[in-house]
């Protein structure tokens, strides 16, 4: 599958996978010296990810540079093993990452509304402006995923969070897959203000919902573009048959 902004790379297993993510992202954080943004994603899919990065490529990260978002949050608080940046904190960030550089959704809020409206206040904040351009992309790197349903972020088929266009931030009430907690979610405008969007999807249970992305449904996930290029990671078990791979 591939476009002028869009296109497939296959990895022989997860490790490899993980690897080649490893990469992309390190090779993302040299092209921007000054300031490097980089929008995390949560659910197992980085997992490997996060491991590499506080092992084997710790030492070509310039930790005092680099910043850390998250596409989405559970509206738990961040000590719960639910939390998508406790997670990230635990596995790579704490220690080395400086507190400052970590972004986290502020889920002390009173609602996942209010929570995202904070947030859409640091991203401005970060940005220095309230209107994105393409020519300056807010992250450098956004880590994206597939549900079941083909959401990414907690952006949900049929949800209204999916049309926002004049919002960076939204709050989700209830979810309708697991766990089934209220979610703060970047919208699409907001995913898409990156040089490089990089889905990474593994497993045979992927299979199903990938060929249904692959195949031009209109899902979440496949509506998800970057303004600068957008990049399939996928695992061979999980690639499906209309991938178009030569």
């Known amino acids: ?82 939390s998508n940046i406790g997670a990230a904190k635990h596995a790579f960030l704490d220690g080395r990452a400086p507190p400052q550089n970590i972004h986290a959704i502020p889920t002390d809020a009173a609602t996942p509304e209010d929570a995202a409206r904070r947030y859409e206040a640091e991203l401005q904040a970060f940005y220095g402006g309230y209107v994105l351009t393409p020519d300056r992309p807010l992250f450098d790197l956004v880590l994206g995923g597939v549900g079941p349903d083909g959401h990414t972020a907690s952006l949900f088929p049929g949800r209204p969070q999916l049309a926002i266009q004049d919002r960076w931030v939204a709050g989700v009430d209830t979810a309708p897959v697991e766990p089934l907690v209220p979610r703060v979610t970047l919208t699409l405008p907001v995913l898409a203000s990156c040089a490089e969007m990089l889905f990474l999807v593994h497993g045979a249970s992927k299979r199903d919902i990938l060929a249904r992305v692959f195949a031009g449904e209109d899902l979440p996930s496949a509506r998800a573009r970057s303004h600068g290029e957008t990049v399939w990671l996928v695992t061979q078990d999980a690639l499906p048959e209309n991938a178009g791979v030569a």
Request: hydrophobic share 45%; with cysteine.
């Open 1 to 82: 599958m591939r476009s002028d902004d869009h296109h497939l790379v296959v990895a022989a297993d997860a490790d490899a996978q993980a690897r080649l993510a490893a990469q992309r992202l390190i090779a993302r954080i040299e092209l921007h010296h000054e300031r490097p943004a980089i929008c995390l994603t949560g659910g197992s899919g980085p997992q490997r990810l996060f491991a590499l990065l506080a092992d084997e490529f710790e030492s070509r990260i310039p930790w005092q540079r680099v910043h850390w978002f998250i596409s989405d949050e559970r509206f738990v608080p961040e000590s719960d093993p639910l």
